[in-house]
């Protein structure tokens, strides 16, 4: 009788494999990955697709800071970002440039000029500047990088472009990381200066 009854388990078992399946096989070895929501290419040329643990995304825009919903969000191309210390090296020398010391000033000049295209956003709010002296030379130093740097790729610094259906923003995406969940790495969070495009499930193809 003890016998009879483990035969029959055992062909219970055998006709009903899911009694010892995975109950969530999804992204396990050998079975073809599900779909994500989201794309990212990398600055190295590589893909990931993942899912965005972010609710919205803050941009500061020439005109002020906005606030965009990640449901609203087809697309972000990411600029170049600033290092930390190329945002303080800038300052700095912005700073020494308002002041009155001719020598200090020569001083920020060669610290911009020494940034290179990261001097570029820079350059440009001191290319509107009130003292003509500043805005000539600011000037001067942004056709001397347009002649080394193709303008495309400098209008790339410090400067991401969001796309929504009704809109293309330009600003820059205030975030150094988003956090992410991805099918072989589990939760991630990943530089913003690490990536290059951003597309979502709701980019229109």
Known sequence: MYRLFCFSAFGVLLASPRAFAD?????????????????????????LHLTLREDRVDVTTPYGKLTIKLADIQQIEF?????????SKAAGAIALLEGGDDKKRDEAWKTLADLK???????????????????????????????????AKLRKIDRDVIHTEHSRIVGRVE???????????????????DLAVLRTGNSIE
């Open 23 to 47: 109950p969530m096989p999804r992204n396990r070895p050998g079975i073809p990955i599900r779909a994500e929501a989201t794309e990212v290419r990398l600055v190295d040329g590589s893909h």
């Open 79 to 87: 600029g170049t970002r600033l290092s930390p210390e190329a945002v």
């Open 117 to 151: 295209e990261m001097a570029y956003p820079a350059l440009l709010r001191l290319e509107r500047h009130s003292d003509k002296n500043i805005s000539t030379k600011a000037r001067a130093s942004l056709a001397d990088l347009r002649k080394m740097i193709p303008e």
């Open 175 to 193: 975030s150094l990381e988003f956090k992410t969940t991805t099918p072989h790495f589990g939760d991630l969070k990943l530089r913003l200066s």
